[in-house]
């Protein structure tokens, strides 16, 4: 059995998937990435004259009747629609079909990671309950709202009858969940796990909630230049919403049935601010931490590390911390190694984000392409690293590393490993 | 409003499970189950209830509920209720 650090148990990538405001697949949304496109425009979904903020990056072209029977749309809100499509394009990715006698199935499972839940559900069912009282709410909104339902109805669809649960830590989510699948893998508790991430807040109240904590970019008149990470004119991030997915599986096997090899989870590190509920910790020790807890997960130093995708909201408190986080973590390769924020062009998925931004962290590995970090126009004196301002670029690296924290002080670092170092015994 | 036949009641109804429960209307007759004809589940029959209630503007508790099995006996129910 070919193993990793410690002996243990090797994690690799064979499907990914993903739901986003760049695209509903993984071709569409890679090229949009390169070409530096932006998400963002004026927020679609409902009516948001009396709100602060008027933009986000919504999810576009999305049918739910192209992909759900008639009775699915009404019982799956968007959050778990957008999941059940992303771990579907995975697993097909990845070939992978379990009959319903398929002895497989029982090491087989599935971790969502999502900030919420079936937030616009729960506002439309509390309204109800209010309006017209307790025996008009739904039968089905619970299951509706419930952010582990995603995993489970990814499970029914696909007969998985191994681990399948649910991690809530905001906008580390679905980095959880997919840190949390391969250490699954790595104990022997699963042999495949289809794991990531999703969010659709852009609702009423994740706006004015959002708004009122004053995390939201305001740029309304600008939408396209509004999620600006690490730029000195940065006012807030920009919501998004989406989901990501990716199968993850023990190595020897995906090779022995065949399974395309895309990459390998290298690294899981985590760690708390233990400071504030909404504001990083001051200086980025706390990130730090979980940047430096993924390398010794990996066995690495920071010279290992050819790319950081950050986790980069476009909050002036983020960024500046991020950027000291990565010093901390990095010292001196901290000026080398290139490090960009998608969420300048996605806007910011929460609970989704993770997922989708470890699938660009492996695509840009395996591309050789740098996704960039656009609306770079005004540099801060305190985020002065190389942000891949405004234009992919090529580069060559084995390893990456993407970063998400969220509200709570949660801190998270996965490190992937290209294709080809997946391929290596 | 004067008394609603059953004809009425059956097509009313009819648009209330095909716009409210998602169900296929060309499989929707008197004599369909709802279980194991029209795949309605038991969060289903709640949702049936309450739309049953909400065009009809009647109250059917639980205890009446239990023996609505086919579209046919929820129509008969629909109908003594407005009736009576």
């Known amino acids: 059995m070919s193993t990793g650090p410690r002996g243990r148990r090797r994690v690799v990538i064979t499907g990914l998937g993903v739901v986003t405001p760049l695209g509903n697949e993984v071709e569409a ?14 927020i679609t979904h409902f009516d948001t004259s009396r709100f602060r903020t008027h933009i986000a990056a919504e999810v576009k072209d999305f049918r739910p009747e192209q992909h759900f029977d008639k009775r699915e749309v009404r019982r799956l809100d968007p959050y778990s629609q957008y999941f059940v499509v992303a771990c579907r394009q995975a697993l097909a990715a990845a070939g992978v079909k379990f009959g319903p006698d398929d002895p497989d199935a029982v090491n087989a499972g599935v971790m969502v ?14 309204s109800v309950l209010l309006e017209r009282g307790p025996e008009r709410v739904s039968p089905t909104g619970i299951p509706k709202i419930i952010a582990n339902m995603a995993a489970g109805l990814v499970s029914i669809e696909h007969n998985l009858l191994g681990p399948v649960s649910c991690v809530v830590t905001a906008c580390s989510a679905s980095a959880n969940a997919i840190g949390d699948a391969a250490e699954l893998i790595r104990r022997g508790a699963a042999e495949l796990m289809v794991a990531g991430g999703s969010e659709a807040a852009i609702t009423p109240y994740g ?17 396209e230049r509004a999620s600006r990470p690490f730029d000195a004119e940065r006012d807030g991030f920009v919501m998004g919403e989406g989901a990501g997915a990716v199968v993850l599986e023990e190595r020897e096997g995906a090779l022995s049935r065949g399974a395309p090899i895309l990459g390998e989870l290298i690294g899981y590190g985590m760690s708390a601010d233990a400071y504030h509920i909404t504001l990083p910790r001051p200086g980025g020790t706390g990130a730090a931490r979980a940047m430096q807890a993924a390398l010794r997960d990996a066995g690495m130093g920071p010279s290992d590390i050819g790319y950081i995708n950050a986790h980069g909201t476009s909050t002036e408190a983020n960024d500046a911390g991020e950027t000291a986080a990565i010093k901390i973590a990095f010292g001196e390769d901290a000026y080398r190694v ?31 392409m740098l996704p960039p970090t656009i609306n770079q126009e005004h540099p801060d004196p305190e985020c002065d690293l190389d942000y891949v301002p405004n234009a992919a670029r090529p580069f060559e690296a084995e390893y990456a590393m993407s970063n998400s924290f969220g ?11 290209s294709e080809r170092v997946a391929a290596t015994a | ?5 059953k004809t009425e009641i059956e097509s009313r109804l009819r648009d209330v499970l095909v716009s409210e429960l998602g169900l296929d209307a060309d499989k ?4 369909a189950n709802f279980e194991t004809d029209l795949d309605v589940d038991s969060l289903g029959v709640v949702e049936l209830l309450m739309a049953m209630e909400d065009e009809f503007g009647v109250k059917i508790p639980d205890d009446e509920a239990e023996h609505i099995h086919t579209v046919g006996e929820a129509i008969d129910l629909v109908h003594g209720k407005l009736s009576a």
Do not use: C, Y
């Open chain 1, 29 to 42: 949304f890679w090229s949009a990435l390169l070409a530096g496109r932006s998400g963002v425009g004026p």
């Open chain 2, 28 to 31: 929707i007759n008197r004599t």
């Open chain 1, 113 to 126: 990671g999502g900030g919420f839940g079936g937030m616009g559900t729960f506002i439309e069912e509390v």
């Open chain 1, 207 to 223: 706006l004015a909630g959002f708004n009122q904590a004053r995390a939201l970019s305001v740029r309304n008149d600008d939408p």
């Open chain 2, 1 to 5: 409003m004067g008394e609603m036949d």
């Open chain 1, 338 to 368: 290139p490090v960009s924020s998608t969420k300048s062009m996605t806007g910011h998925l929460l609970g989704g984000a993770g997922a989708v931004e470890a699938i660009v962290s492996l695509l840009a590995l395996n591309r050789g």
């Open chain 1, 407 to 417: 509200f709570g002080g949660h801190n998270v670092a996965l490190i992937v490993g």
